[in-house]
C-alpha cells in the first residue's frame, strides 16, 4: 500500500508539472514510462507474494471499487450508509 501511494503523488505531481508547463510532454510521457516501468517490477514482487485473496476481502473490494468509480465518473454519491 505505501508504494501506491508514493505511486499516485508521484502521478499527480507529474500532472501538476505538465499542466502547468513546468515540463515539455516529452518528459511527461518519459516520466510516466520510467513510472510504469517500476510499477510493472512490483507487480511481480507481489505476485510472488500473494497467492489468493479472501472472498470476503475480495467483495469488500470490488463494493470500495464500483462505490469510488461512482463517485468520481459518474458523480453518484450514496446518501443512505
Known amino acids: 500500500m505505501d508504494y501506491y ?5 508521484e502521478m499527480e505531481h507529474l500532472f501538476y508539472q505538465f499542466d502547468h508547463k513546468e515540463i515539455e510532454e516529452k518528459e511527461a510521457i518519459q516520466k510516466v514510462y520510467e513510472l510504469k516501468k517500476d ?20 467483495k ?10 461512482n463517485r468520481v465518473y459518474f458523480n453518484k454519491y ?3 450508509k
Open 5 to 9: 501511494n508514493k505511486y499516485m503523488n
Open 39 to 58: 510499477e510493472c517490477s512490483q507487480q511481480s514482487i507481489m505476485n510472488r507474494f500473494v497467492r489468493s485473496i479472501p472472498d470476503s476481502r475480495h
Open 60 to 69: 469488500n473490494i470490488d463494493n470500495e471499487s464500483t462505490e469510488y468509480i
Open 78 to 80: 450514496e446518501q443512505n
